[in-house]
Nanobody, 126 residues
Framework: VQLQASGGGLVQAGGSLRLSCAAS????????MGWFRQAPGKEREFVAT???????SYADFVKGRFTIFRDNGKNTVYLSMNGLKPEDTAVYYC?????????????????????WGQGTQVTVSS
């Protein structure tokens, strides 16, 4: 099982990026996917999650700016980021929850996920 994140880079404040996370070795359509981020010296924190369908949940600090969506045909989850701020600078990680989930419950803890990608760096300059 592998998650491969990509799409990070350097962008000016107010700019946009779209991160991708390609999954292999699992039945992608049956797992809950999430994005987390970790800034230097800080704990890894929840950003967004999407369940098997289209239900999503976001951290308050990205609501209205970031969008998580998935393409089950491509085994890929995306994070579209608009209105980027310098405080969004971090390594972004995608994660998969392969254990069963409960519909309507949004999983936002690191321990809720058991498979992690390698991370992709996002740097926002002011």
């Amino acid at each position: 099982v592998q998650l491969q994140a990509s799409g990070g880079g350097l962008v000016q404040a107010g700019g946009s990026l779209r991160l991708s996370c390609a999954a292999s070795g699992l039945t992608f359509s049956t797992v809950i996917m999430g994005w987390f981020r970790q800034a230097p010296g800080k704990e890894r924190e929840f950003v967004a999650t999407v369940d098997w369908g289209v239900r999503t949940s976001y951290a308050d600090f990205v609501k209205g700016r970031f969008t998580i969506f998935r393409d089950n045909g491509k085994n890929t989850v995306y994070l579209s980021m608009n209105g980027l701020k310098p405080e969004d600078t971090a390594v972004y990680y995608c994660a998969a929850r392969t254990s069963s989930g409960v519909s309507g419950i949004y999983y936002s803890r690191r321990d809720d996920y058991d498979i992690w990608g390698q991370g992709t760096q996002v740097t926002v300059s002011s």
